[in-house]
């Protein structure tokens, strides 16, 4: 049934035995283990349209330490998805609202054209559970730290000049157009990067 619905192969994850369900390959196993990256690959046989997470960890009382622990669940998610996902992918995951939360969803910025966090409706009003969805899978040409040797080929509404790398766009606050500039990426959002300039050429002609 499962395999009719979607159209295609689903693979299923717990820690705890899954009763058998018609289409569903399942993986008793604990999802932030490399070894289980590695079952959920050779169970799919290829790239996966959409990755679903909707793990939660055993609460502690300790809201701090709950949330820590919802963050690495949903990072463990996340590093799957960048595993499977083919391009243009879809990922949803559950996540415990906390210090980092934002962090995180940065993080799925990163990684995904679009990017947001949602409240259902269902959910109490008091719970801190919110659900992060993600569309558009794709990998930057380009990661965090790495330094570059730019052109300046446009300006965006804000004013900053831009360079692009295999289409993808980045931001150099302080370049104009024309300018040569040594940069240090920065963050990675939905289909851009920033950059600081750290050193820069004279502007062309």
């Known amino acids: 049934m499962a395999k009719e619905i979607s159209g295609g192969r689903v693979v299923g994850v717990d ?6 369900i018609d289409g569903v390959t399942t993986i008793k196993a ?24 909707d793990a939660a960890p055993n609460l502690s009382g300790n809201w701090t330490l709950d949330h820590a622990r919802s963050i690495d669940l949903s990072r463990s998610a996340l590093r ?11 990922f949803l995951v559950k996540v415990f609202q906390g210090d980092t939360f934002l962090d995180y ?4 910025k990163g990684r995904f054209r679009r990017a ?39 300006v965006g509404k804000s004013g900053d000049g831009f360079a692009e790398v295999e289409g993808f766009k980045i931001f150099v606050p302080g370049a104009a157009l024309g300018d040569r500039v ?4 920065g963050p990675i959002r939905s289909g851009h990067a920033v950059g600081t300039i750290e050193g820069r050429e004279a502007a062309l002609d």
């Open 30 to 53: 604990d999802i932030t283990a490399q070894k289980t990256l590695e079952l959920i690959v050779e169970a799919l046989g290829g790239k996966a349209d959409v990755v679903i997470c």
């Open 182 to 185: 040594r940069v240090r990426i």
């Open 15 to 20: 820690l705890l035995a899954i009763e058998p």
């Open 80 to 90: 799957v998805a960048e595993s499977v996902l083919k391009p243009g992918g879809n």
């Open 105 to 108: 969803l940065s993080e799925v």
């Open 116 to 154: 947001q966090s949602h409240s259902p409706a269902a959910s109490r009003k008091e719970s801190a559970e919110m659900y992060v969805v993600g569309q558009g899978f794709f990998v930057p040409p380009v990661k965090a730290g790495d330094v570059l040797e730019l052109l300046i080929v446009g």
